[in-house]
């Protein structure tokens, strides 16, 4: 059974600040994987896909990795702004079908 | 754009009692699915539909039920609601273009006493 694992769990840090979430996996034939953001109340927004075969991939101050071997995606948040507060959470694929999430990391940042 | 809407967005429930979770799509998806999310576990998978008129269970279906309407709908249904089952409920639906790609409703944060 695929397990995703989420450190920390929760994160304060103060606005500017370059930080890393990070993502790992017990498995690692997976088809992709996902990062989303999901603010307090609401449903999961998709910022970034990186495909198996990928080793990156980036959307403005927003840059996840992937390394398929070690079982580990980072993403890497430059220039943290208050607007970035949010929850963020991992999710692998297999088979391009079922999502198998982390349990998140809640993020804070001080203005 | 609607993209995938729930209802209700709350709900509070007796134990034993019954209830069905809406969710539709504009979006034309052929996949949809039912997610649930407890504190610090993330979102575990219950059902999913990868097409009309097919459904298959995911990581945690017992206590729940599906019905595929048609493309663009999706409910979930709860026969005789347990505490076990208080919850958010989130639906989403994905399209066949590859990109693998899971758009999400707002969820339903359900109570059952």
């Known amino acids: 059974k695929q397990e995703v694992t989420q450190i920390p769990a929760a994160l304060s840090v103060p606005e500017g600040e370059n930080l890393v979430l990070n993502c790992s996996f017990t498995d690692s034939a997976i088809y992709n994987l996902q990062w989303f953001r999901q603010d307090p109340g609401k449903g999961l927004t998709s910022l970034l896909l990186?495909?198996?075969?990928?080793r990156e991939q980036t959307s403005g101050r927003l840059n996840a990795s992937l390394d398929k071997s070690s079982g580990r995606s980072t993403l890497y948040i430059a220039a943290s702004q208050p607007g970035d507060s949010a929850t963020y959470l991992c999710a692998v694929s297999y088979a391009g079908n079922m999502l198998t999430f982390g349990g998140g990391t809640r993020l804070m940042v001080k203005p | 754009n609607a993209g995938v809407t729930q209802t209700p967005k709350f709900q509070v429930l007796k134990t034993g009692q019954s209830m069905t979770l809406q969710c539709a799509q504009d979006?034309?998806?052929?996949?949809m699915y039912w997610y649930r999310q407890d504190p610090g576990m993330g979102l575990r998978l219950i059902y999913y539909?990868?097409?009309?008129?097919?459904?298959d269970k995911g990581e945690v279906p017992n206590g729940y039920n599906v019905s595929r309407l048609n493309k663009r709908e999706f409910s979930l249904r709860l026969e005789s609601a347990a505490p076990s089952q208080t919850s958010v409920y989130f639906c989403?639906?994905?399209?066949?273009?590859?990109?693998?790609?899971?758009?999400f409703g707002a969820g339903t944060r359900l109570s059952v006493l």
């Open positions: 539909s990868a097409s009309e008129g097919t459904t």
């Open positions: 990186i495909q198996s075969s990928q």
């Open positions: 989403a639906s994905k399209n066949r273009d590859g990109k693998n790609i899971q758009y």
């Open positions: 979006m034309n998806h052929n996949s």
